[in-house]
């Protein structure tokens, strides 16, 4: 693998960075999550425009730019470290990869123009429990005529509120399955959530009786439990790259600070304990990288295996791996960050609390870094009986 960027997509991360240095900025992050939507749809509109962000890893005969995991994870960090409020994550980390994965040809041809050129939002609808494994898929499917009859609660939905598709996982006679659920379905219901990340909204939807058709199913029959694991591994790959962001905009945020805040007639941070507090949060910035990217690239793998176990069978180590090593260096990070700011470290005014959040939030989100040990331990264990 080649972990050095290309030209281009070294043009892709210099254009994503000065793009939202200048339009998410503290205040306009400050604005749009306390907004009821969650997000600036004009700046969303821009995103879509503009930028053309939501169709980057979208086949090009979908209306996509056609390009790769990688590119995704680099458009990630940049929003990870400016807190992006937007519904970029639900739609192109979630759902798309569903859709790419499961989707059929008319599928793929009805949703995926609209996910690209962002007149569509959707999200990912599967865990009724706060469980993160296929445990926690307890909503149900009954074969009902031509279709099906969607019953359950789903929480933690990201964006769920505003999204208009939901990707909804399901048990049926035949396991999980995962099924194409417009938002307006009749007998469907959303609720918005308090969080503790205030730039990342949670929803609650509530299936009673919704009726689908046999088409809205992703995948054949008795295939989505190894679909909706192979979501969850894409999505927890994109949320390193995201969380790897958030961890260097901390360790930024801490050196900017720190150069500036006097003591003793010097800056503090010409004070060795201080040196060597941004010294382990820089080493915990780069090894999230090294682990991000890394999975990212087998992650563009998978995606063009379409699914094949033998292609992608490094995939759930990948992503496990990826998904505790950022984490962990995200909070450590972020909590840093509070430390060395001082007494106005979690102040309203300054910006650290927002990232201490987020990482706590998001350390949780999709299993917390235990957890991904565990199944790591498990999956080598389990390759050396």
Not at 310 to 323: H, R, S
Request: proline content about 3%; glycine content about 8%; charged content about 20%.
């Amino acid at each position: 693998m080649e972990f050095a960027f290309s030209d281009e997509q070294e043009m892709i991360r210099e254009s994503a960075e000065g793009f939202l240095a200048d339009v998410s900025a503290s205040a306009a992050v400050r604005a749009a999550m306390a907004s009821e939507l969650g997000y600036d749809p004009a700046l969303w509109r821009r995103l879509c425009g503009e930028m053309v962000w939501p169709a980057i890893h979208i086949p090009e005969q979908y209306g996509g730019l056609g390009l790769g995991f990688v590119e995704l994870a680099i458009l990630l960090e940049q929003m990870g470290r400016r807190l992006l409020c937007s519904p970029f994550f639900a739609s192109a980390c979630l759902a798309t990869p569903a859709l790419l994965l499961g989707g059929n040809q008319a599928q793929k041809a009805h949703w995926l123009p609209r996910l690209a050129d962002g007149s569509l939002t959707a999200s990912l609808a599967f865990s009724s429990n706060g469980r993160w494994d296929l445990d926690a898929v307890q909503a149900s499917a009954r074969a009902e005529g031509s279709g099906f009859v969607l019953d359950g609660v789903l929480r933690q939905v990201v964006d769920g509120h505003s999204a208009g598709l939901l990707i909804v996982a399901a048990r049926g006679e035949q396991g999980i399955e995962l099924f194409a659920v417009a938002a307006d379905s009749a007998g469907l219901q959303r609720c918005l959530k308090p969080t503790l990340d205030q730039t990342r909204r949670l929803a609650e939807v509530e299936l009673r009786q919704v009726y689908v058709s046999a088409d809205a199913r992703l995948g054949a029959p008795g295939q989505g439990a190894a679909l909706l694991e192979r979501v969850l591994q894409l999505a927890c790959v994109a949320l390193a790259a995201e969380q790897t962001g958030g961890a260097q905009q901390a360790l930024d945020l801490t050196l900017a600070y720190t150069a500036e805040r006097q003591q003793f007639g010097r800056a503090i941070a010409s004070f060795q304990a201080i040196k060597h507090r941004a010294a382990d949060m820089m080493l915990e910035v780069e090894c999230a990288r090294s682990a991000a990217y890394y999975a990212a690239c087998v992650a563009e793998e998978a995606l063009a295996a379409n699914g094949d176990a033998t292609v992608a069978g490094e995939l759930p180590l990948a992503a496990a791996l990826a998904k505790a090593r950022c984490s962990e260096a995200f909070f450590h990070c972020a909590a840093e960050a509070i430390q060395l700011h001082g007494g106005v470290g979690f102040t309203w005014e300054y910006d650290p609390h927002l990232y201490f959040k987020r990482a706590r939030a998001s350390e949780a989100f999709l299993g917390a870094p235990s957890w991904h040990r565990e199944r790591i331990a498990a999956a080598l264990l389990g390759a050396t009986a």
